[in-house]
């Protein structure tokens, strides 16, 4: 198993630009969700999903789109990319077997110019 | 806040030391559990505690909980450089479901 695959790994943009990163994991898991990491700030939780067609808001949505179409996707969008975004993004899964064990990506580093 | 605060910011010990790391929390929780991040990588799953649990080992390391100060300690012995790493709590929330949040970190750092 791949477990939690995040693309790309690096991305550079320009202010303004938009672009999607992918998150994909391949153990059948309900739950995902989109952490950003700065630092000084630990990670906070930006978007999540609880299974195909929901999604919900965590703690720093504004700036990001998400959706649901697969049990195994879980894209994050970025409309109108800004410095402030930033960061280090992970996308994280979960299934009902392990009690909300986390099982993470290996990041995506986006730079904003 | 619902997150872990994780206590000491940053540790530095020799090698074979024990290292201690404390989490403070701040709401009624179903379990938390305790994560390492070694650098420029993902956090990875180390141990989670019920809240039913006062004590749980595996391995090198030893959780302890005590709900009623809503604090937990996770020990790592005989610590090795590999060990370097930071280290996250996470308390998950009652009627949280899957969402943790997750705090700072302690830095911890095993030199030779």
């Known amino acids: 198993n791949a477990g939690v695959t995040q693309t790309p790994k690096f991305q550079v943009l320009k202010t303004g630009q938009s672009m999607t990163l992918q998150c994909a994991q391949d153990m059948n898991h309900e739950y995902m969700s989109w952490y950003r990491q700065d630092p000084g700030m630990g990670l906070r939780l930006i978007h999540y999903s609880v299974g195909a067609g929901i999604t919900d808001q965590g703690e720093v949505p504004n700036g990001y789109n998400v959706s649901r179409s697969t049990t195994e996707d879980f894209p994050l969008r970025l409309l109108s990319a800004a410095p402030s975004q930033t960061s280090v993004y992970f996308c994280?899964?979960?299934?009902?077997?392990?009690?909300?064990?986390?099982?993470f990506g290996e990041g995506s580093r986006l730079t904003v110019l | 806040s619902q997150q872990g605060e994780e206590d000491p910011q940053a540790l530095s010990i020799q090698e074979g030391e024990n290292a201690t790391m404390n989490c403070s929390y701040k709401t009624s929780i179903n379990n938390l559990q305790w994560y390492r991040q070694n650098s420029g990588r993902g956090l990875v799953h180390l141990i989670l505690i019920r809240s039913n649990e006062r004590e749980k080992h595996s391995g090198r390391l030893r959780v302890t909980l005590d709900t009623s100060k809503k604090s937990s300690s996770l020990l790592i012995t005989a610590s090795r450089a590999a060990d370097t790493a930071s280290y996250f709590c996470?308390?998950?929330?009652?009627?949280?479901?899957?969402?943790?949040?997750f705090g700072t970190g302690t830095q911890l750092k095993v030199e030779l």
């Open positions: 994280a899964s979960s299934g009902q077997a392990r009690a909300g064990e986390l099982f």
């Open positions: 996470a308390p998950a929330i009652t009627g949280g479901g899957n969402k943790l949040t």
